[in-house]
C-alpha cells in the first residue's frame, strides 16, 4: 500500500522519524487543496488537505501493512482515506501504483494565529524534502499551498517541530529565496 505525503512525509529524513518506509515517488494529486492550518493544541499549525479544485504535490511512500498504525498515530487528528489511483501522476514513468493508496485529510481549515503560527522549522522540513527532488518541485509546493499570508514564526536557533530532520545548511538560502513574495501580512 502507499501514502500520499504531502507535508513533513515528503523528507524522507523525518518520514524515517516514524518508520520504514520503502521508496517513495514524487507526485501531483488532483482534486486535493494544501493549507496551512491549526490540527491540534500544538504550538504551531502544520499542513492539512482537503478536498478542493485544484492539485497538490508530494510524494507517493511504499509501506507494508504493519506499518500503517504508526504512521495513523503520527497523523493524529487528520483521517485516513482511500483515494483513487486514477487521480495520482507519479512523476516517475517507470513506475506504475499496484496498490491501494492512502492520504491523510481534514473536513476544516482552521487560521493558523499568532498563538499557533505556522513555524520555519516545520516549513524548513517540508522545503528540504522538496529540494531533494527539486527546485521545482520545491516552487510547486509554495505555489500550491494555501495560507502563507498567516503568522509564522522564525523558529530557526530553537525548533518547535519535533520532526526537523534533513535540513541542510545549503539549504536554508534556497527556501528563503522560494518565500520571497509569500511573506506573512502580520508574522510573530
Known amino acids: 500500500m502507499y501514502i500520499f505525503g504531502y507535508g513533513s512525509l515528503i523528507n ?3 518520514r524515517r522519524l516514524t518508520g520504514e518506509t520503502g521508496k517513495a515517488f514524487p507526485a501531483l494529486v488532483s482534486g486535493l487543496q494544501r493549507h496551512w492550518s491549526k490540527v491540534s493544541t500544538a504550538k504551531m499549525s502544520p499542513l492539512v488537505v482537503r478536498e478542493g479544485s485544484g492539485y497538490c504535490n508530494g510524494v507517493l511512500i511504499h509501506i507494508d501493512d504493519s506499518a500503517l498504525d504508526v504512521f495513523d498515530i503520527r ?3 487528520y483521517k485516513r482515506i482511500l483515494l483513487d489511483s ?3 501522476k507519479v512523476l516517475d514513468d517507470a513506475f506504475v501504483i499496484d496498490g491501494p493508496v492512502y492520504v491523510y485529510v481534514t473536513e476544516e481549515v482552521i487560521t493558523p494565529c499568532t498563538v499557533q503560527p505556522v513555524v520555519q522549522s516545520y516549513v524548513d522540513t517540508v522545503m528540504a524534502g522538496c529540494l531533494r527532488y527539486s ?3 520545491a516552487q ?3 505555489t500550491t499551498t494555501h495560507g502563507w499570508q498567516y503568522p509564522r514564526l522564525n523558529d ?3 525548533p518547535l517541530y ?3 530532520a534533513g535540513v541542510r545548511s545549503e539549504d536554508r538560502p534556497v527556501i528563503d529565496a522560494l ?4 511573506e506573512p501580512t502580520a508574522g510573530v
Open 135 to 137: 527546485a521545482d518541485f
Open 12 to 14: 524522507d529524513e523525518s
Open 75 to 77: 497523523e493524529a487528528g
Open 179 to 182: 518565500l520571497v513574495g509569500w
Open 140 to 142: 510547486t509546493f509554495v
Open 86 to 88: 486514477e487521480r495520482v
Open 162 to 164: 519535533q520532526r526537523v
Open 156 to 158: 530557526r536557533s530553537r
